[in-house]
């Protein structure tokens, strides 16, 4: 399965009056096509800094991008330029918002919102359209007819019935001599979304993710929605243009336990139907246990363990990932039982950390923890973690903690 996204050495530091803080620190991490990656870890641990970062939906300043690499689709991010952005957010990455009644807005109505979204991105210009002519023309003189099915669902977002009804047609076309002026013509002509087909679409869309009347809730303002609704029409919203990769930022938060899990559900079988990977970013692991293929665990800026989600769930090895585990309440335990929590505080992250940035909370803590950081063990092919329990020369601390 290939990677959609590889992410090497990221690092985002924040220019403050009281110093630089360092938010995401070195964070490395892919995503394969189709599966569902969960970033764990307490509020303020840079979840929501790292993958916004990505498409800098962070404002700069304050927020720049200090070291690294996020490669997708061939495309190092870091380096983009913003218009080069600006046809990848809400197009090929898409993102969900913790709070959709602040993600919204309240001033204009649920079908316009969905409706823009779809004519910012399936609409071109006569240099779009003679760039995207000249790149179909080159690919189909090196693949044949599987670069204009690439070529369709890049560009055009078209499902597979749409594609095979106009494939013949492209081909035809690029068989001409003058190829690359016909098929900036049929772009102009049958690629560009029209008023009307947006709104199509985004009725369609309202009816995928199951809100009634969607007809009626086209002409609606947000706060008409209750939260459950207001979630679905931000997953609407998201999912408009088929992107490639969704950044699901905590999309449950603000819902109660059985909304949570209709949403959830409703989110999950989505990107499934429509072949979408997704970064899940919660506090939450009791979520991540029903949907997650792999699990990074995140902790003041960098990522202490990282595995499939039994890796984490049957055989944690940082003591972070144990204590989360341990403060999951569970229904087998002793009524009288309290629940286990994670003594101290995040440490603060203008502070430049000598050692492990763990290590003030850590009941495992040895010397080495407070002036040197831990380096990654890998501990099998799907799963690591940064501990230095995990080094062999610490056998005899592992013993003394019984661990």
């Known amino acids: 399965m290939d990677n959609i996204l590889d992410v090497k050495g990221l690092s985002v530091q924040f220019s403050t009056h009281a110093g630089v803080l ?31 970062s990505l498409v800098r939906l962070m404002p700069d300043p304050p927020c720049q991008i200090a070291g690294g690499e996020a490669w997708f689709e061939g495309k190092d991010l ?3 330029t913003e218009t080069e952005l600006e046809g990848i957010r809400g ?34 210009n006569g240099k779009e359209r003679s760039s995207f002519a000249e790149e179909l023309v080159q690919a189909f ?16 977002r078209m499902e597979q019935d749409r594609i095979d009804q106009v494939r013949n047609k492209i081909i035809d076309m690029l068989g001409s001599r003058d190829a690359k002026v016909k098929v900036a013509e049929w772009i102009k002509k049958e690629g560009n979304i029209t008023r009307q087909q947006a709104y199509d679409i985004a009725v369609s869309l309202l009816k995928l993710v199951k809100i ?36 699901a930022d905590e999309p449950t938060t603000a819902l109660d336990v059985t ?7 409703l989110l999950i079988s989505l990107i499934r139907e429509l072949q979408t990977s997704i970064i899940l970013i919660t506090h939450d692991l009791g979520i991540v246990a029903s949907y997650a293929d792999r699990i990074h665990v995140m902790y003041a800026g960098s990522f202490v363990e990282k595995g499939l989600d039994k890796d984490i769930f049957y055989n944690p090895q940082h003591p972070y990932t144990k204590g989360l585990l341990a403060a999951i309440p569970r229904l087998d335990l002793n009524a009288q039982e309290k629940l286990k929590n994670i003594e101290g505080v995040p440490p603060n992250m203008l502070d430049t950390h000598k050692g492990c940035p763990f290590a ?15 380096p990654e063990t890998v501990l ?9 329990l995990l080094d062999p020369r610490a056998e005899n601390a592992r013993k003394a903690f019984h661990i």
């Open 22 to 52: 360092t938010a995401v620190r070195d964070a490395s991490f892919f995503v394969k096509s189709g599966e569902v990656l969960a970033i764990v870890g307490e509020s303020g641990s840079g979840k929501s800094v790292l993958t916004q």
């Open 78 to 80: 870091t380096k983009l």
């Open 91 to 124: 197009k090929k990455i898409s993102v969900i918002f913790q709070d959709a009644m602040t993600a919204l807005n309240p001033t204009m109505k649920i079908g316009k919102q969905i409706t823009e979204v779809i004519l910012e991105h399936m609409n071109f």
């Open 141 to 156: 003189a090196i693949s044949g007819h599987k670069a204009v099915d690439k070529w369709l669902m890049e560009h055009f």
């Open 212 to 247: 009634p009347e969607a007809e009626r809730r086209m002409s609606q303002y947000i706060f008409q929605f209750s939260g459950g609704m207001r979630q679905r029409v931000m997953i609407a919203m998201a999912l408009a243009c088929r992107p490639n990769l969704l950044i």
């Open 259 to 265: 909304i949570k899990s209709e949403v959830l559900e």
């Open 360 to 374: 003030p909370r850590c009941e495992y803590c040895m010397e080495v923890c407070l002036q040197f950081p831990p």
């Open 380 to 388: 099998s092919e799907t799963q690591s973690a940064s501990c230095w």
